[in-house]
């Protein structure tokens, strides 16, 4: 048994029934030896002109009086993007907001000594919240002034000859708007103690040293070379060439080629050389077929796209470029990676959702994908990509020149790189939105197997879809908060079987580059996380396996960050033979391709059509997928008949999602027909609401009910519901409220006042936010009274927008007469911290210890409540760090898959001692500063030489950005997150209810829960 792992499981569990009231989990910064802004300077604050817009561009000028500078600093930044000049000469350039730009400009004043100057700036959004901030800092003999953004700039979005420098006339120009106040979110890295930190002499911070790495047994880890950043960049993207050479590329530059040494010879033998062509910024790179492909993710010099490198004289010198496909797009969502197929014959291309589709030849995607909310859709709480539609991030294959493009899979946020497996299965890593925390519409990363013409449900603000919906496949396994990028299996490393088969994955933020195990599920397969080398910082990039030594490269950087390149080799006693193909879960993976092989429009579909038949009914959800696709393939007339008349219940739900999202409207009464002829108490939990969710699919797809069927569709779904099943129920109330049902007000206010969780009280309430029928007085002042109990909840930056939307739409459900009778409770606010059920504060019980509970563990756990065990998780603020049963947040780890792992005694012991071990992957580090502050929280992002750490879990948008430069030391913290106690507060019965719900994942029936 693994006691790290359970300890670290249980970071922050229990902590509400000991603490109460959250107090924040980690120390706060001491205040710093000086004063955190000369009062003889004014603050800047964040400014825009009017309301931002994706991909726009903003000219600011602000024309200032000075004579006789001695010295001047600027520091700038904008969300996304800036460019800023001092009287005509550009003196500095940013592209990460989160990151002041400093920069010493005392020379411009010696070239300009007149007393009339101009600061002009251009500044870049790409999509959502949008910003300005800069602050000049003039010393002029003894006396310190400072020009700021603010109120008084003027802009346009149209630039002019000369706008950026003396004598422009501005005088047409609009005055620009106060966004927000220095520190104000989304930007609260860049605060006042930011803009009073020395300017920088340094341009990185240095690499991270592999004996301070934590690396897996018997693997040892070595670093070749340190990137110089003024001259060779951040390394986000690699690839090995034929004569086993490494080919980099810098994020905001050029291509390079590394020779490196043998192993066991000398670092310092490192050799970088400069690849002489026009042509940098990728996030992709592949040599096949004698070029190089580059994936460009234009970040400004150069276009977006796919390109191939050639060497035309065979001089072993690349030289002539070629852009084979324009794709639209760019940032840190637009296209990555590009992998050669199994068979060598095609390529694969991998993009980011911010990037539109490109033109197709065919698709295995069925082209009839939708927005498919059965209610209006909240946009993202801050306006990130408002507006953009599916299909999100995609994967295609083409042929090696580029011009024929085949849509594979679909839906993904930002997954970054893809690899194959040795059976020639697809798999990626796909991103979170971190804004989300906290939220019900929260998706970790997870690695995601990229099936033939699979959807991941990925949709703008709200609207993602959950991975329980039938039309969207799951993750193969949920990993947690972080920043995918690099991927690659392990096949010809000279490692022991078991790493030659793991998919290796690099996390950015977190500093962990993870080895995923994976077994056949199936016609699919399940995953094992392993850490395999991991850091602080670590920010990883890229890996490749070299096949000429057999070696795992990995690069580190981004972001402007310090870049360096590691080699991971094993010094094991293990065999390092290459392994054979194992045949397990071949028969399954081969029905799954018979039938991925009809993804496409037949001639003469029949064959096909009974083929998929056979497993519409499967309890492989991949064959389900790959069967249903079949038919939304072919014309719909070819199977609607079959599908109206099929009996089994899980292949008729399955047939009907299909005709739903195929169909027509002159179908939606025999399709509603077919989806009441199933027998609802047949169905387990799953099954059930997969039904409610193909019931949806009928609504959005088939056109509107008559009163009729409107009053039929009530009646039935009435008798069912509430269900007491968390999603079901969910999923029921969605279909109440589009119906206007008279009972759902009464129905869905009496669970959301009972749900245990933060989450599914927002399911509950977003539901509830566009139904107008079937209030009373008191339900509507239930209702409102949530908000005030919902205005504590804490989560990610978009959550304050996303509780505002929800309480806005409300109120416009409100008569005239219920505003002016409800505007007290409306108007309300509370502080404080969430509490999320109605418990009294507890008294301390004992603190309790393994003897005192040993014997009763022992038992078995037979006969507990598991309800409680989940009230009670609840009530704790266990659900705000810890994910269960795809519901809860997500800076703890997932607690879904612990009764795979662990039995009672383990589970209890780690609760109980938390710091007897301390595991790495959920530990904080300790940083001290140079100015005597000491903090206390887990790395989450970098930029720059920029640090930002979470420091308190309970909270995911609390952050506090260290500047690397004063850091003074740095190390993991030598005390668990968990504090000792949690279990204080609870009686006997009740720890055994916990335990036993927590337990209880894997199977309630097992006889260790029987009586």
Known sequence: MNRKWIASTFAVLLLGVVLGESAGLFSQPAAPKQAVAPKSTPQPSWIWLGTPKDNDIIYFVKTFQANGVTKAQLQITADNAVKAYLDGTEVAS????????????????????????????????????????????????????????DASW??????????????????????????????????????????????????????????????????????????????????????????????????????????????????????????????????GLLWAFDRLYVVVNGAGKFQSGLYQVTDTN????????????????????????????????????????????????????????????????????????????????????????????????MGYRNQYDAAFNKYGDLFTYDADMEWDMNTPWYRPTRVCMSASGAEFGWRNGAGKWPAHYPDSLPAIVNIGPGSPTGVTFGYGAKFPAKYQDAFFICDWSYGKLYAVHMSPDGSAYSGALEEFVTGTPLPLTDLVVNPKDGALYFAVGGRRTSSALYRVTYVGNESTEPVKVDEAGAEQRAIRRSLEANHKKLADPKAAIDQAWKYLGSSDRYLRWAARVVLEHQDVAAWQDRALSETDPIAATTALLALCRKGTPDLQAKTLAALDAISWSKLDESQQTDLARVYQIALIRLGKLDDSARTKLIAKLDGIYPTKKRLVDVELANLMVFLQAPTAAAKTVALLNDAPTQEEQIDLARALRVLKAGWTPALRTQYFSWFLKASTFKGGNSFGGFMANIKRDAIETLSAEEKVALKPLIDAQVGGVATITKVPPRAKVKEWTMNDLADKVAGGLKGRDFDKGRKLFGE???????????????????????????????????????????????????????????????????????????????????????????????????????????????NEDEIMDLLAYLLSRGDRKSPMFQK
């Open 154 to 283: 003027v802009a346009s979005r149209e630039s002019a000859n000369g706008w950026n420098k003396p004598g422009f006339d501005a005088t047409s120009w609009a005055k620009t708007s106060i966004v927000g106040k220095l520190g104000a979110g989304p930007w609260t890295s860049i605060n006042a103690r930011a803009f009073n930190r020395p300017g920088s002499t340094s341009t990185a911070m240095n690499a991270v040293d592999p004996k301070k790495l934590k690396v897996a047994k018997d693997f040892q880890v070595e670093l070749l070379y340190s990137v110089p950043k003024d001259v060779e960049g951040s390394w986000v993207s690699m690839c090995t060439d034929p004569k086993g050479r490494l080919i980099v590329c810098d994020q905001y530059g050029g291509l390079f080629r590394v020779t490196v040494p043998a192993i066991g010879g000398n670092a310092s033998e490192t050799k970088v050389e400069k690849i002489p062509v026009n042509l940098g910024e990728a996030q």
């Open 876 to 986: 704790a603020n266990c659900f705000a760090c810890h994910r269960y049963s795809d519901e809860g947040g997500a800076q703890g780890p997932d607690l879904t898959g612990v009764a795979g792992r662990f039995g009672p005694k383990d589970l209890l012991e780690s609760i109980l001692d938390p710091n007897k071990e301390i595991s790495d992957q959920y530990a904080a580090v300790e940083i001290t500063t140079d100015d005597d502050r000491l903090i206390i929280g887990r790395i989450i992002n970098l930029s720059g030489d920029g640090i930002i750490l979470n420091t308190n879990m309970l909270d995911p948008n609390s952050q506090t950005t260290v500047d690397r430069k004063r850091v003074e030391s740095m190390a993991l913290s030598k005390v668990s997150m968990m504090p000792k106690g949690l279990l204080d507060t609870l």
């Open 314 to 409: 065979n001089d072993d010198v690349l030289d002539d470029v070629k852009m084979l496909r324009k794709l639209i797009g760019g940032g840190e969502h637009g296209p990555h990676a590009v992998m050669l197929t199994p068979d060598g014959k095609n390529l694969v291309v991998v993009c980011g959702n911010a990037t539109k589709m490109t033109e197709i030849v065919d698709s295995r995607v069925p082209l009839i994908w939708g927005e498919d909310h059965l209610l209006p859709r909240m946009p993202d709480g801050r306006g990130f990509m408002v507006g953009v539609p599916p299909p999100g991030g995609c994967i295609y294959q083409l042929d090696r020149d580029g011009k024929e493009w085949t849509l594979l899979s």
């Open 94 to 149: 940013g592209d990460d907001w989160s990151s002041l730009v400093t920069k010493d400009v005392t020379a411009v004043f010696q070239k300009s000594p007149g007393a009339t100057h101009v600061l002009a700036v251009e500044a870049r959004n790409e999509g959502g919240a949008a910003a300005m901030i800069a602050k000049l800092t003039l010393q002029m003999g003894t006396n310190t002034t400072a020009i700021v953004s």
